[in-house]
């Protein structure tokens, strides 16, 4: 059975700093592309970077120039250096492994949120 688990969330300030990690366990996901989706309050999960197997990475345009997807394939972990954090980056954080056609395997989240 794989599991994904999320951790770093947390409290912090304007301006902050949190690095989320998302551990794999049941098999190696270095052939996977490693997403990070977020979902604020009221709104719709969102995806914000990804990083293919080949470290290929996107960002959507919020989080670009702040945030960086990277992933340690020895340690079967995906990572999210978040800085400048800013209110508007509450939310829920989830990872999650791309197969083919789908995505295969999601992380419970971790919350993240940034005070004013």
């Known amino acids: 059975q794989v599991q994904l688990v999320e951790s770093g969330g947390g409290l912090v300030s304007a301006g902050g700093s949190l690095r989320l990690s998302c551990a794999a366990f049941g098999r190696t996901l270095s052939d996977y592309a490693m997403t990070w989706f977020r979902q604020r309050p009221g709104q719709q999960r969102e995806l914000i970077a990804q990083?293919?197997?080949?470290?290929?990475?996107y960002y959507e345009d919020s989080v670009k120039g702040r945030f960086t997807i990277s992933r340690d394939n020895a340690k079967n972990t995906v990572y999210l250096q978040m800085n400048n954090l800013k209110p508007e980056d509450t939310a829920t954080y989830y990872c999650?492994?791309?197969?083919?056609?789908?995505?295969?395997?999601w992380g419970r989240g971790t919350q993240v949120t940034v005070s004013s």
């Open positions: 999650a492994a791309q197969g083919d056609f789908s995505y295969e395997y």
């Open positions: 990083i293919t197997s080949r470290h290929d990475t």
